[in-house]
């Protein structure tokens, strides 16, 4: 590599090569900055996201060359790009990251990039333990079998007193709901400490379950400095929850990759919120998918994610919310044209999507439509702006998801559910904005 050339991007493009068994593989979406070709452009992410450097060097060892990315594969300026498994240390999702998500989005040689999805390897996913339960195990914890799981976040999700919070969420198990949620920036506030919190739930938790005779339970909010979410999982698990909850974007991914053993210890499932994903989601042309996300998230070992609705008040389109409920739940994932690699979950456990944001018990059935049965369901503001109420409002989301199941409409359900009726009065199928 020595002499007159400078640089050696084009050594990590080659269209002829096959990946081998134990490779990783990348899509992703690129745009050439002006006056680069597609192919130059290829070759740089391959490098920066491996073995490469800007420019060619005195000598290297001739081992060397198995360890580089080779860009084998282009389409519509989606590429796929191989990666050797000796680049990447056993177990640690960080430093893959660092790889192939790492300094390559801020390279002068691409205008816009994005990262699809990776294709992980038996090879690589055997040292990770990826979700403790299962959607099986979460179904036989709560005692709910078919129906999808319900929750709700009391609204306005931040500002109520830690009493307040648990009375809200007593009316929400008391309308038939599994769930209450913290949400993602109530942690422990002047006004609502965490230990607070945790005391009022658990007397709600205990009063709902004896009037109702059904497991309740929370996803309360840990997210801190990592020594502190221990404290306060400990807490939890002491107080007889079998979830916490973590904002797994701004705790980071080395974080939840420690919390996820220590609340397997415990016995608590992990529910986590995406705050922040947007930043780097939401732009189709730069960043990571959501669907990616998912994934590493599986992958180390919550039990849930939040996946988006298509129908509520967040973005994300009915493609792009069912390709990461595919990448959670399925044993093997099939491959999509410019959306999904194939992958194989070989001994990782399956984790629900969650769908939230701006639903109400009109919107229910194009939720369930999108995802079957086997999701979370969180219906907050369309339950606590019911007109008779919280209590009421989680009575006609039941009943929405009950007319789902038993095949009937929901003007045919209102007519003998006076809750839900109430609700389609005040909603309808609005799609809020």
């Known amino acids: 590599m020595a002499g007159k050339k400078i640089d050696w991007y084009d050594e990590f493009v080659d269209f002829s090569y096959k990946p081998a068994k134990d490779d990783l593989v990348c899509l992703f979406y690129f745009e050439p900055d002006a006056g680069l070709s597609k192919k130059e452009a290829m070759g740089r992410i391959a490098s920066e996201s491996s073995t490469g450097t800007w420019t060619t060097l005195f000598k290297l060892p001739p081992r060397m060359k198995k360890l580089e990315a080779t860009a084998f594969h282009e389409q519509d300026n989606f590429v796929k790009i ?5 680049l990447w240390e056993e177990g640690n999702a960080v430093q893959l990251l660092s790889g ?5 989005f801020g390279m002068k040689a691409v205008k816009n990039l994005r990262l699809v999805d990776v294709s992980l390897p038996k090879a690589y996913i055997s040292n990770f333990k990826g979700p403790h339960f299962g959607m099986e195990g979460i179904r036989k914890m709560m ?12 609204k306005p999700k931040i500002g109520f007193s830690a009493e307040e919070h648990a009375w809200i969420g007593f009316e929400t198990w008391m309308g038939g709901f599994d769930f209450v949620k913290d949400d993602e920036n109530l942690t422990s506030t002047s006004f609502n400490r965490f230990n607070d919190r945790v005391r009022f739930m658990t007397r709600m938790r205990d009063r709902a379950e004896n009037l109702t005779g059904d497991k309740k339970s929370a996803f309360i909010n840990i997210t801190a400095e990592t020594d502190e979410m221990k404290k306060r999982a400990k807490l939890l698990a002491d107080n007889g929850w079998n979830y916490c909850m973590i904002d797994v974007v701004v705790a980071g991914t ?23 994903h947007a930043s780097y989601a939401r732009n189709p042309k730069h960043g990571m998918t959501m669907q990616f996300l998912a994934k590493m998230m599986r992958l180390i070992g919550v039990s849930q994610i939040h996946s988006g609705t298509a129908v509520g008040k967040l973005v994300g389109s009915k493609m792009e919310v069912t390709a990461v409920a595919d990448v959670l739940r399925e044993k093997r994932t099939k491959a999509f044209p410019h959306v999904l690699l194939d992958q194989d979950w070989g001994h990782i456990k399956s984790a629900f999507p969650v769908s939230s944001g701006g639903l109400h018990p009109g919107l229910v059935p194009q939720v369930l439509d999108i995802y079957g049965t086997d999701l979370v369901l969180l219906v907050s503001g369309g339950i606590h702006g019911h007109p008779k109420g919280t209590r009421a409002g989680a009575r006609a989301t039941m009943q929405a998801v009950d007319a789902c199941l038993e095949g009937e409409t929901l ?10 009726r109430e609700a389609l009065e005040k909603w309808g199928y609005y799609k809020p904005k």
């Open 82 to 86: 191989a990666y050797p498994i000796g």
């Open 100 to 104: 192939i998500a790492g300094n390559i």
């Open 143 to 154: 005692g709910v079998k078919k129906r999808p799981l319900t929750g709700a976040v009391p």
């Open 254 to 276: 080395a974080s939840v990759m420690t919390m996820r053993d220590y609340c397997s210890d415990l016995g608590l499932a992990i529910h986590a919120h995406r705050a922040m």
């Open 411 to 420: 003007e045919e359900k209102a007519k003998k559910a006076p809750e839900l």
